[in-house]
């Protein structure tokens, strides 16, 4: 399994910030509130938000002090979110889940470009029909065209929800929004 690299960075509460204005936005407005897997959850910075919008949430990350340190906020607040320590990338996506969460999993950097082009796709393919496939990412136009190419080109049906960009305040810079509901495969 990877190495839990980001333990040390968690030691600082809300390592990450806050949740992007764009993806608030996203998850307040859509319906309904079903189950959503956050693949990469860290701190949670994402699930908690999901949880408090009404959002049942499975957290899956390879940092258990970044879990520990979500799932004490979960119980004080009472949410629907779970957390697993376990792999991402071969974590299976069932039918249970109606909306899958990727924030800064994705980078396509050289070194890492097959792995995680072969991991957006068996994410893609798995994903249920009718199921939202949900990409944050550092902006990027080559590494945009990338992911577009990558999903397209499997040849599913994907209704596009979300292609722009949200403000990053908390690190100076902007993000990718990708947001598909597969129509069929
Ligand atoms: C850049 S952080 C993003 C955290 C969170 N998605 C957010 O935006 O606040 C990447 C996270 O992915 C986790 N991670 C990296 N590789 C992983 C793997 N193979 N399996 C599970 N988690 C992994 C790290 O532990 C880290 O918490």
């Known amino acids: 399994m990877t190495k839990p690299i980001y333990d040390k960075y968690y030691k600082k509460k809300k390592y990450f910030g806050e949740p992007y204005p764009g993806l608030v936005e ?9 189950y ?5 959850c860290g701190q949670g910075r994402d699930s908690l938000l999901l949880g408090r919008l009404g959002y049942k949430v499975k957290g899956v990350d390879i940092s258990q002090v970044g879990l520990d340190q ?3 906020i979960v119980l004080d607040e009472g949410l ?25 999993m994705l980078h396509f950097y050289q070194g890492d470009i097959k792995k995680e082009t072969d991991f957006i796709k ?6 249920k029909i009718g199921g939202v496939l ?3 990412m550092v902006k990027g136009p ?4 990338h992911i577009k190419d990558t999903l397209v080109g499997m040849g599913i049906d994907w209704e596009v929800l979300r292609d722009q960009y949200t403000d990053y305040p908390a690190f100076n810079t902007s993000y990718h929004m990708y947001i598909l509901k597969k129509k069929s495969n």
């Open 26 to 34: 996203f998850f307040k407005d859509y319906e309904p509130k079903g």
């Open 36 to 40: 959503v897997l956050d693949l990469g």
């Open 70 to 72: 979500m799932n004490q």
């Open 80 to 104: 629907d979110v779970t957390s697993e320590v376990e792999d991402v990338y071969s974590f299976p996506i069932l039918a249970e889940y109606d909306l899958v969460l990727l924030d800064s």
């Open 122 to 127: 068996r994410v893609a393919s798995e994903l």
């Open 134 to 136: 949900c990409n944050f």
């Open 142 to 145: 080559n590494r945009e065209k």
